[in-house]
């Protein structure tokens, strides 16, 4: 059964498309990767799925619920974590998720201990009552995950979750998301461009460029379509999205990946 | 929406689906209640961790009071009435620093975007009204803490107070009222604007207007025609009449307090849901 389903979405901004007739379909319980350069669209994708910005044309479906008439409902079954840093430095751990146990509406009995396994599990609780801004990158990006996932979503969007993170941090974060997925079945949709990653921890991936999708299936079909023996996920990167450098990612996307990378020192 | 009308007796359906309506509205009603004062209480929390910006805040209305307020009482330049004019500019004063504090908020607002905070926000389940207007009630709870600062300094300067609990308790909801109208207001800007520096341009534009076209520190009556006019229609001096009459021992209001509150409430509640609106567009 498809979870999260596209049909054509396309999302315009003036003249240019940011996203072009994106038709995606993802299982239940998939650990989806969207890749691409920068500015292939990927983020754009993501804030639609997520509700945050509408398309411009075609629709989608997250969890049976129509993304632009139900979009309560779809706030309500997914968790997101968007690209920039987003936990608040200036409140402690265990603040950044209460506010959003409460939010969620996770009734009053149940908010501390859930508040509590939240931490617990992203080996956070030594660090729950010291401000945020304290934290080193790795542990920031398990809080956001943590609060994301406080009123267990069906879906969880992620976008670019280890982009500026040290390759131990960028470990630990991947390990708290696939016990996540392990534990309850949550189907986790991501974007990356670490073809490393993509390779190891998806089932399916899908490379976008220029807002289409240039492929799509698993890692090892689409090393396949590529051919050669010691095909790598960066190989058919290349091949389906890299023939130019100067594709992708505007000022703004920069500087705001660079403002990110910068608060994860 | 479905209503599950398949539960339903056929007789007195209508009732039925009547006292249901009602009852999901309430539950609307006190879900947004709810949602706004947990924003409100995020930002109590972020204060509390850091309060030192309520003191430099501060600084300069008690400048005003101290200053400004001191020479004109002397050389009487002003006409005010029975008050003198220390008397007349405090409140102005408690209006003008809510005024301060909350028009540039936006800025925070687009901080928290640049951030992702917004995003986050956005992609749960609170109404987006409940986020404008728990920002706005924060920026009550900042305004009323200067509130504090320009009663000790007032007591200090011998202006003459109306204690009177429910008199204070007006004091209150006005400057939460003042702070909701303007913090709003700043929202709305960030949203159109969306960037720090076309933001701050802006705020700069607005404050002294805002504040000089209005009762705050003289009164309308000696303004040349064309900006008694603006002056009316500018909500801060809406605040100013109700807090002259509710802070001050003796002091009167030009266009009744009941009207100021009701102008600045149907004023902040018109705000609130046009941000409500413009919030989303903020992170587009």
């Known amino acids: ?265 | 929406m479905r209503l599950q009308e398949q539960d339903a007796p056929r007789g007195g359906w209508a009732s039925l689906a009547l006292s249901r309506g009602v009852a999901k509205a309430m539950a609307a009603i006190a879900a947004f209640v709810e949602k706004t004062l947990v924003i409100a209480e995020l930002e109590a929390r972020k204060l509390r961790h850091d309060p030192t910006e309520l003191l430099t805040r501060a600084v300069q209305p008690v400048l005003w009071l101290l200053v400004f307020g001191q020479v004109f009482t002397r050389i009487r330049a002003i006409p005010t009435g029975n008050l003198r004019y220390i008397d007349f500019m405090a409140p102005g004063i408690l209006a003008q620093s809510v005024l301060f504090i909350s028009i540039f908020y936006g800025i925070a607002i687009i901080w928290e975007r640049d951030l992702g905070i917004v995003h986050k926000f956005l992609a749960s389940p609170t109404p987006r009204a409940a986020l404008v207007l728990g920002k706005a009630l924060s920026a009550g709870v900042r305004s009323l803490a200067q509130g504090l600062v320009i009663y000790v300094v007032a007591v200090l300067l011998d202006v003459r107070m109306n204690w009177n609990p429910l008199a204070l308790v007006g004091v209150f909801v006005v400057v939460v009222l003042g702070a909701a109208f303007f913090s709003t207001l700043s929202l709305i800007i960030a949203c159109l604007v969306k960037t720090r520096e076309r933001f701050m341009g802006i705020g700069q534009l607005l404050t002294m207007p805002l504040f000089f076209a209005s009762n705050a520190i003289y009164p309308i009556s000696i303004m040349p025609g064309w900006l008694q006019v603006i002056s009316r229609a500018n909500p801060l001096t809406y605040e100013v009449d109700a807090l002259r009459a509710l802070m001050l021992a003796g002091g009167t209001s030009t266009y009744r307090v009941g009207w100021d509150v009701l102008i600045l409430l149907a004023a902040t509640a018109i705000l609130v849901i046009v941000g409500g609106r413009l919030y989303p567009t903020v992170v587009w």
């Not at chain 1, 999260?4 to 007739?21: C, H, I, N, P, S």
């Not at chain 1, 309500?76 to 603040?95: F, K, W």
Request: charged content about 20%; hydrophobic content about 40%; some cysteine.
């Open chain 1, 1 to 265: 059964m498809s979870i999260l389903e596209t049909q054509a979405l396309t999302r315009r901004f003036g003249e240019a498309v940011a996203v072009d007739a994106l038709t995606i379909s993802v299982e239940a319980g998939e650990m989806f990767g969207l890749l691409g350069p920068n500015g292939a669209g990927k983020t754009t994708a993501i804030k639609m799925l997520t509700t945050l910005l509408p398309p411009t044309s075609g629709n989608a479906r997250v969890a049976g619920f129509d993304i632009v008439h139900h979009a309560a409902d779809v706030r309500r079954v997914i968790g997101y974590v968007p690209q920039m840093l987003s936990a608040d430095g200036s409140l402690t751990g265990y603040e950044n998720l209460l506010i959003f146990a409460k939010l969620y509406d996770i009734p009053g009995a149940e908010r501390e201990s859930r508040v509590r396994n939240a931490l617990a599990f992203m080996g956070l609780v030594d660090a729950a009552d010291k401000l945020v801004r304290t934290y080193s990158g790795g542990m920031i990006r398990r809080l956001e995950t943590a609060q994301s996932f406080l009123h267990r979503p069906r879906v969880l969007f992620l976008d670019e979750p280890t982009l500026g993170l040290d390759p131990l941090a960028r470990k630990a974060v991947w390990e708290h998301i696939e016990q996540l997925r392990a534990s309850y079945g949550t189907t986790i949709f991501l974007t990356t461009h670490l073809m490393e990653e993509a390779d190891s921890l998806c089932n399916r991936v899908a490379i976008m460029h220029r807002g289409k999708v240039a492929a799509i299936g698993s890692p090892a079909e689409l090393k396949a379509q590529v051919g050669g023996e010691a095909t790598t996920l960066d190989d058919v990167f290349i091949h389906y999205a890299g023939s130019t450098l100067d594709s992708g990612g505007g000022y703004r996307e920069t500087s705001r990946a660079r403002r990110t990378a910068r608060r994860l020192g």
